[in-house]
């Protein structure tokens, strides 16, 4: 068992930044892939980024390429999001995930957080 908390959330300007980070907790974080997720009012939860285990192999959304940055500290049990330019279609509910593939979709994550709020206003 791991337990993931979120933290970083917040109300921010459009073209602002925000920094999201994960703790983890349980079992050993460094086996995990890590991934982001985030589920906007009305809409599904969707894939945002994903990190392999020592953070070889990253994917992003096609949404937030270019904008956002995924990173680990492994020493530290943390998983970031590190989030610039942030756009109004941004604002979502923002989840970690852990698992064992570096997928994009929901399946492929057997741990989630309990989410965090972010909001981008126009």
């Known amino acids: 068992q791991v337990q993931l908390v979120e933290s970083g959330g917040g109300l921010v300007q459009a073209g602002g930044s925000l920094r999201l980070s994960c703790a983890a907790s349980?079992?050993?974080?460094?086996?995990?892939?890590m991934g982001w997720f985030r589920q906007a009012p009305g809409k599904e939860r969707e894939f945002v980024a994903t990190?392999?285990?020592?953070?070889?192999?990253?994917y992003y959304a096609d949404s937030v390429e270019d904008r956002f940055t995924i990173s680990r500290d492994n020493a530290k049990n943390l998983v970031y999001l590190q989030m610039n330019s942030l756009k109004p279609e941004d604002t979502a509910v923002y989840y970690c995930?852990?698992?064992?593939?570096?997928?994009?979709?929901?399946?492929?994550?057997?741990?989630w957080g309990q989410g965090i709020q972010v909001t981008v206003s126009s």
């Open positions: 349980g079992r050993t974080f460094g086996n995990f892939v």
């Open positions: 990190i392999t285990s020592r953070g070889s192999s990253i």
């Open positions: 995930a852990a698992g064992w593939t570096p997928g994009r979709e929901r399946g492929s994550y057997n741990y």
